[in-house]
């Protein structure tokens, strides 16, 4: 298979370190940024990955990608104006493709900057046994080939199929990865060839991890960037990995604006200046480079939206404090009677009722004229409007009367009970200002037959009470005086990810149940937000 490469490089340079981009989304695209770094010094390589654009074969997501990276990485070695040290740079796919690459131990290979990305796909597509459906019907389908007879169908329509095996149908034409992708909700055989996780500790390798809170891979980002500082067997690897951790969503890394919220100047990050500075200091070994400071974690504190360096992530400083969900058993919408308070509840309360239907699931995020629900954003939106419905149960917190900062990884422990077989538990995080405006600040998602194991998933009896533990991901902010600290719980984020029919048959089931669903807070059963809060 031959794979259409361009190559910039200044004439005068006879020999250079190389920065390499593998892209499915068209080379030339890559021009600009070529086209700076050979300005810069380097070498730049930009490839179209098999079966893409102008390159020869088929593509299959992934399925190539190390092994195409490693022979690429091998050919600019033996090339006269390669110095012998190669670097890769990139986003989103054109991040795992590096370590996919990495995995394969290419010799030349001397330094990374993946960002927004993946070192297990199970996990970049799944948060607690629920799939990121629209995300990946979207990205398959805008990147698998139609028959020119097939217009598409309403994608409003098509996310809603059940099963979930019919999904690539509903949309017009047969997608095999999609279908194989929807219906493989355990981290099973499936998925262990893009599994690297447990490789990622034997590479000597330095990486520049870069994210946003609000983008689906930051879980996957920021634990890459742990293991390799924590568990990286060569010493010296583990001293040369540093994370950027910033308020933005996909789409949005290094701006200011994303989507509702804008976090002002201070939030711009040239991530092309980020990058020279990263392959000046590990591939050409630059002296000026490597005499600059270098904490290992630089992060975005959303609120006062200011920058902190900090040694490892979680930041040290920080104490997991939790806050209690409490209500006299109406906390349905921002109108209702829940409370978030320090103070555990000292004798039993009401339980919260709602009803998940999956015919009228939540949005992920509130639905209006210009954002139909097929359409919902991974960013900061207002989310009153959502607070308004029945099926979503709101605990707010009085008037902060002092500003509450916490960085760290933030999680909900919930006591849980419904009336069929499985249900969602989703829970959102949220700053309320004082005009009203509710900002999302971290979200998660748990499926309740995977509440003990994703492997080993357990239907729920009814009535039972479970404790589950919900992941809301890396996050950082700082809610200010006279704002409010908000809790919202439902079950469902549509489409951002999928329905659950309530009925625990899986992605082949095409019955739908409405789920009765309870939060129990009383003692012996509390229910909390946990966060990593600096105290005074």
Known sequence: IKLATDIYRDDAVSKAPVVLMRTPYDRTKAKG??????????????QD???????????????????????????????????????????????????????????????????????SFYRNLYLGGA????????????NTAKPADVKPADMNVALMRLPL????????????????MLTHPEPNGYWTRLDLTSRLPELTLPALHVVGYYDFFSRESVGNFVIMQKQARDPKTRQQQRLILGPWD???????KVAEV??????????????????DRHLKQDAAALGKPFPPVRYFSMGDNVWHDAQTWPPEGFTATSFHLRSD??????????????????KAEPADTFRADPANPVPACPVTEARPIKAAVWGPVDQSANEDRDDVLVYTSDELTEPLTFAGNIEAKLHVSADTPDADWAVKLVDVRPDGFAQNLATGILRGRYRDSLLKPQPLKPGEVYEITVDLGPCAATIAKGHKLRVDVCGSLFPLYDRNPNTGEG?????????????HHQPGALSRIVLPCRLP
Request: charged share 20%.
């Open 329 to 346: 058993g109406k906390a349905n919408t921002r109108k209702g009677d829940g409370r978030l308070t320090r103070e555990a509840p000292a």
């Open 250 to 256: 996909h789409g949005s890394v290094g701006k200011t």
């Open 262 to 279: 804008e976090f002002g100047a201070d939030a711009a990050v040239d991530t092309m200046a980020l990058q020279l500075d990263w392959f």
């Open 507 to 519: 992605p082949f089931g095409s019955r739908t149940a409405i789920a009765t669903e309870q939060v």
């Open 131 to 142: 799939v990121r459906l629209s995300l990946i019907a979207g990205w398959i389908a805008g």
């Open 33 to 46: 940024a070529a086209e700076k770094f050979a300005k810069a010094g380097y070498v730049a390589v930009i």
């Open 165 to 180: 095996s019919d999904v690539d149908e509903a949309i017009g034409w047969p997608m095999p990865w999609l279908d194989a």
């Open 49 to 119: 990955c098999r079966g893409t654009r102008a390159s020869e074969g088929v593509m299959a997501p992934y399925n190539n990608e190390g092994q195409d990276g490693y022979d690429t990485i091998e050919w600019i070695t033996r090339q006269p104006w390669c110095s012998g040290r190669v670097g890769m740079m990139g986003g989103s796919y054109v991040g795992a493709v590096q370590w996919q690459a990495a995995v394969e131990q290419p010799p030349g290979l001397a330094a990374i900057a993946p960002q927004a990305t993946w070192s």
